[in-house]
């Protein structure tokens, strides 16, 4: 049940978009889209129960183009483009005219605190200015031996278990969400959470698991209208309603707290050795947020409720993407042996050549100039983004031009739309993912040789890796794309040549019918998460079988 203030909240909502609704005239009305129907949430509601995420947007592209109409909640009409222009134009060109929604930011804001991904406009821009330094290119290399000696500690974990037996058959997202964890601990924080060795005592790792999920997966009706609400209310007036007693929020404030409790003892830890006056060119994340602390200039400063929103930002969107789509690079390699025969063996040649240098271990030019590794990298980013959508409202009228004209409800073709300010626009990262004009008439199989073939020159520039939307764009890009990328690129390095992976005993696997297969990828609002179908409460959870690689 919903609390009073809840109740309220959603009153409140009601008038302010009648009153809206009576006042404004839409301007999309011309898109074609699905059928409307009785719910005041809209197609969000579907999109939320459909099976395997992304199914209903890859359908509604198919039908109306990659531009088209949905209901939004409270009857309002919802713009959705997988458009590669129009998605530059939001993210990139007026990128000051798109922000995030205000139901959107506040989640951030209930998840973290006032962190990177919470702050707009100026304030975004001193949080972005401040740790920008933390994610330059040379600066992430480093990281390179800590991501390579965390793979080996995994790998002696798997090594352990199979001195007992042939195979194992294990559930590798949670081993990877442990490692990864432990990962941005020690490049972040110098700080060890403890994931790998104490999986089962670990306070952290144990909260944080599933978090993504727990947050956002099939929320009931009245929690939908709750959040849908918060785009219709002052920021005052959110902030009051963090503490209300209703899952999931209790489970995210229960996290927020138990991290706030790390957060200061890495502080305290670390905090005396940050010497603010000698290390002021250090680029470690710890230095650059303990000087912003200090900062007595208010544009390069954090403060402490700041500070703790941005650890606890780094904890989890440094781990828990990356680990989620590393298990369904594992997934994809199961389900192609062949493919996972050609980098093992790839990376095996890497290793002659550093050899024959008189070296130990690969760097990241040799990570770089691994091509079939680090396609099924790339190919898994844009066929199991873990991201699938992000919307943006208009702050003020203007025109989303299209790189693909569309036809309208009259029969119109439509080269651009004209934006009301307020409009919502959803950008279908997993439709453009999947846009056969932009990848390739088999866009819709996992095929990591398509960028082989690609010219990305030909592409209109829109994401920040591969021009993958994975990563989402523009100034609100990932800071930690390159993190996440070499991290991988060190985990196949590290798994395939000692490992090799196959499906369940039992499980069926079919390109044609996803719904077959034991893993699903469930919505899990604007993401996706595998669970095991049929057993959602079983949380995120990807098992596969592990064996010792044997000499080809």
């Known amino acids: 049940m919903l609390s009073l203030s809840a109740a309220v909240c959603l009153g409140i909502a009601l008038v302010v978009v009648l009153l809206r609704s009576f006042f404004r005239r839409g301007s999309i009305h011309h898109i074609r889209g699905p059928p409307r129907f009785a719910n005041l949430i809209g197609h969000e509601y579907l999109m939320s129960r459909q099976e395997e995420a992304g199914e209903l947007e890859l359908g509604w592209f198919r039908e109306f183009g990659p531009t088209w109409r949905i209901q939004g909640a409270f009857g309002s009409d919802v713009l959705m483009t997988a458009d590669p222009k129009a998605i530059q134009h939001m993210f990139h060109k007026s990128a000051s005219t798109y922000l995030k929604k205000a139901s959107q930011n506040h989640m951030s804001y209930l998840l973290a605190g006032p962190n990177i991904a919470w702050a707009q406009g100026e304030a975004h821009q001193r949080h972005r200015k401040i740790m920008n330094p933390a994610f330059n290119a040379d600066h992430l290399r480093s990281f390179l031996p800590l991501f390579q000696s965390m793979t080996g500690k995994l790998a002696d974990k798997w090594k352990g278990e199979l001195a007992k037996t042939p195979e194992v058959e294990a559930p590798v997202n949670k081993w990877l969400s442990r490692t990864t964890l432990d990962i941005i601990g020690r490049a972040a924080f110098d700080f060890d959470y403890g994931a790998l060795d104490d999986a089962e005592t670990s306070e952290i790792a144990k909260a944080y698991h599933g978090i993504l999920k727990d947050a956002e997966y099939k929320l009931s009706q009245p929690i939908m209208l709750f959040r849908a609400a918060w785009d219709y209310l002052p920021l005052w007036f959110l902030k009051s309603l963090q503490y209300i007693p209703v899952y999931p929020f209790t489970r995210m404030r229960n996290l927020r707290r138990l991290f706030t409790e790390y957060g200061k003892k890495i502080l305290r830890e670390k905090g005396p050795e940050v010497d603010t006056e000698k290390h002021t060119r250090s680029k470690d994340v710890m230095s650059i947020l303990i000087k912003a602390n200090a900062s007595s200039d208010a544009k390069t400063r954090l403060d402490d409720d700041e500070i703790m929103a941005e650890m606890y930002t780094l904890t989890l969107a440094g781990h828990e993407t990356t680990s989620g789509t590393f298990t369904f690079l594992l997934y994809e390699l199961a389900r192609h042996p062949e493919y996972q025969a050609r980098m093992r063996q790839e990376i095996k040649e890497a290793r002659a050549r550093v050899a024959a240098r008189g070296g130990m271990d690969l760097t990241t030019e040799d990570l770089d100039n691994m091509p079939i590794c680090l396609n099924a990298i790339k190919e898994t980013l844009r ?78 520039n829109v994401g920040v890796f591969a021009n993958l939307l994975t990563f989402s764009a523009g100034i609100r890009g990932c800071l930690g794309w390159r993190f996440s990328i070499i991290e991988m690129q060190a985990l196949c390095a590290g798994l395939l040549d000692t490992f090799q992976f196959r499906l369940p005993a039992g499980a069926e696997d079919n390109d044609s019918d996803p719904k077959k297969s034991e893993v699903q990828c469930a919505p899990s609002g604007g993401a996706m998460t595998p669970v095991l179908r049929g057993k959602p409460e079983l949380g995120p959870y990807l098992r596969l079988r592990i064996s010792l690689a044997q000499p080809e």
């Open 383 to 460: 066929f199991r983004g873990v991201v699938m959508s992000l919307p943006r409202v208009a702050t003020k009228d203007d025109v989303l031009p299209l790189a693909y004209p569309i036809v309208s409800t009259t029969g119109q073709t439509i080269t651009e739309v004209p934006i009301r300010k307020g409009q919502v626009i959803l950008s279908s990262f997993v439709a453009y993912n999947r846009m056969p004009q932009v990848w390739g008439e088999d866009a819709h199989v996992w095929n990591p040789d398509r960028f082989f073939r690609i010219d990305p020159k030909k592409q209109i």
